[in-house]
């Protein structure tokens, strides 16, 4: 879809025919930043994904610590492109990280530059600060081999417990090390863990997600009664994006900024379109906005208070100070 090209830290995807494609949601190629494969795997608003593309296969315990920059470019004036960025760790449980309104569609389609000839331009830039744990890649030829001196060693009894502790000691000095599988396939079987999800309720979700999924629908049943799509990525996609606002729910008034409730409020509108029936998340949000109201509006009458006090301090002190001659004559 498109072509694509590479430089340094940063990638650009130029989408072809853009105002005539009728797929609602679009993929690019993957492509490796900082040592890491990268792609996007996900009605006012354009949204716009990351997702850290071989999660599945990496060993338990992943992460990347970045800061991500996404960009719809203005192609005949980079001043009026549109950047928004983030610091994001990326793990197991929250793989894919990116903005649901990136911009709005209006602004898209209505105004020059975005749109040329039909193509969109979109431009990704990521800092990799930190990478926890890699893929470990074998070919067929040597997983076969593997599994072959898996079994031998098995017959061989100490030999084998010994080369299994020292290999673990080595992995656990040096994580990042690329190695090949254990004696004891160790490392195959977490690999194995990482890449089966589980199903919950038509959803396929990771490990790390499974009981507070569960716990919402034990307690909503009916919540994907009316969700529509059959597409498993899109199914999983918007489940993240439903978990990630809860998840931001769950911050204190005093984390959270005015631009993430509305990102939260668009966050909503978008699981709610795609069928999910959550009119108590809907409840919880605008709990949170009046919080937020409620502590603005506290902190202006701190600040008044404080200010008042300030002017009383200075009418005490006035009134301390004593007479002198000057006064009487």
Known sequence: MGRTRSEDNRFYWMIKDFSTLRSEIIYSDEFVIGGCK????????????????????LPCG????????LEVVNQRSNQLSVLKSKPKWFDQKTPAAGFVTMIPRSKLFDEEGFIENGDVMIGVTIIVYKVIGKVVELSEEEESENDSEEVSEKDSGEESEEGS???????????LKKTKLNDDGDLLNDTRQVKESIDVNGFQVLPSQVDLVRRIFEKYPDMALEFRAKNQHLRT??????????ETLCQSPQELSNEDLVEGESALAYVQDAGFKVDWLGEKLEEMKEKKKEERSGETQIQELEEEIKNIRQKVLAARVSLTLDDFF
């Open 38 to 57: 990268w792609g996007d795997r996900t009605r006012k608003y354009m949204s716009l994904f990351l997702e850290v593309a071989d999660s599945k296969h």
């Open 62 to 69: 992943w992460r990347r610590r970045t800061k991500i920059f």
């Open 165 to 175: 502790e020292k290999e673990s000691s080595e992995e656990s000095i040096t994580p």
């Open 237 to 246: 996609a918007s489940m993240n994006v439903l978990l990630s606002l809860i």
